[in-house]
């Protein structure tokens, strides 16, 4: 069956599309990547990345110059399609898939009978339904899952990415895959597309099930991180070391307490629970509760800086807020990579430039800064960082735990001291 996806459209081509489109086209298929973004489109034709993957450039470069993976701004007719598109939430939480339906109806007029609709995107429980549900109002002359069960001419199924940012290319091969679709031979079908290169097992469900798997990993995460964010907000009231607690209790056999940190961030696991909260309010208040916990600890954060200030001033009568320099280390949402996306650490450096503050941001994986941010944040090297006053440390990059800190001028989220 593998031989007949000669040729599969990606649309999306981010964090996720554009490693997995490069990853299939690496393995002999024919990939049509499609952006909104002109920028990206251009920048892959000449072989070049517009983010930062270990061995993506490379990667990218080969595939391009074998005439293995193009990109454009809309669908072409291909085998099979796979949408890796953003799925935010709008103000109150509430998911929104107006990406979703854009990809839906961009690729609907180019299906043919026998075609696979793949949803990648982390999406709320019901999501590949309602893509399907749309693909179906644009194209009244084909049938679909949802109507035709398994004689539909179309076959829609939902296959979540569960990837580690900086470990993409290495984990799309080696994790298993959970393949849900919309009928027995939708999940067959895309099992069938993923094993042309996933080496881990493709495990086959059923549509609603995958979607939930993904967003109850990310759940389950969350949870246990908001466990170790109270706990540290817990022990500073009470005057003990957060750090030498965890790894005390940690001694125990069957306790694996996370390591505490500014919030939570990331584009999958700051936004997936509120999905399982959107759809199933009443029941998921313990996944409402972790949220909550993690969505606070930046404004904590910025709390112990404006104590750290005060007791600054004080020393310093001479001085006034705007003369107080605070250097922020990291603005990344993890370690080691440049994602800056749903970054607690990025959004209490802009809360603190906000302030009034001059802000010294560190993170050596960027080379400039975002454009909505404060003029009052200038991003330094880690030489320069004598000249601040405070010493913010957000993200623990490798570069932060060699250095050296005076305790009394340091604010440490991530226990490099």
């Not at 595939?63 to 953003?86: C, G, M």
């Amino acid at each position: 069956m593998s031989n007949s996806f000669k040729h599969i459209c990606v649309i999306g081509l981010g964090y996720i599309g554009l490693p997995t489109a490069a990853t299939f086209a690496a393995h002999g298929v024919k990939v049509t990547g499609v952006d909104v973004n002109q920028h990206a489109v251009d920048m892959i034709n000449q072989g070049k990345v517009h983010i930062v993957e270990p061995d993506l450039d490379a990667l990218v470069r080969d595939v391009v110059a074998q005439d293995k993976l193009s990109a454009q701004l809309t669908p072409i007719e291909a085998d099979a399609y796979i949408v890796a598109v953003p799925t935010p939430f709008k103000d109150d939480y509430q998911p929104d898939l107006k990406y979703i339906e854009a990809a839906a109806k961009a690729l609907a007029p180019f299906l043919k009978q026998g075609n696979l609709v793949i949803l990648e995107s982390t999406s709320p429980v019901e999501a590949t339904e309602q893509m399907s549900a749309w693909l179906s109002e644009a194209r009244p002359d084909l049938t679909f899952p949802q109507t035709m069960g398994e004689q539909a001419d179309i076959l829609v199924a939902h296959c979540p990415e569960r990837v580690l940012p900086g470990k993409v290319l290495q984990e799309l091969i080696s994790n298993d895959r959970i393949i849900g679709g919309m009928t027995p031979r939708c999940s067959k079908a895309a099992s069938t597309l993923y094993r042309i290169f996933v080496k881990g097992a493709c495990i086959e469900t059923n549509a609603r099930t995958a979607e939930m798997c993904k967003l109850t990993e990310n759940s389950f995460r969350d949870v246990n991180i908001a466990f170790a964010n109270e706990l540290s907000m817990i022990c500073d009231k009470l005057d003990i070391n957060v750090w030498e607690l965890v790894s005390l209790a940690n001694r125990h056999p069957r306790v694996n307490i996370l390591q505490p940190g500014p919030g939570v961030g990331g584009h999958c696991i700051a936004v997936d629970p509120w999905f399982i909260v959107a759809k199933t309010p009443e029941q998921a208040r313990l996944i409402r509760t972790a949220r909550e916990v993690n969505d606070a600890k930046p404004e904590w954060v910025i709390d112990q800086v404006k104590i750290k200030i005060a007791d600054f001033l004080q020393a310093h009568p001479d001085k006034t807020i705007r003369d107080v320099t605070i250097a922020c280390y990291g603005l990344a949402f993890k370690p080691d990579i440049d994602d800056l996306r749903e970054s607690p650490a990025l959004e209490i450096t802009k809360r603190l430039a906000e302030q009034g503050l001059n802000v010294l941001a560190i993170e050596p994986n960027i080379e400039n800064l975002p454009h909505n941010i404060p003029q009052n944040i200038r991003l330094i090297s880690v030489d320069e960082r004598d000249s601040a006053d405070i010493h913010l440390i957000l993200v623990d990059h490798k570069q932060f735990k060699e250095l050296n800190y005076d305790a009394r001028l340091v604010i440490d989220t991530k226990g490099l001291q």
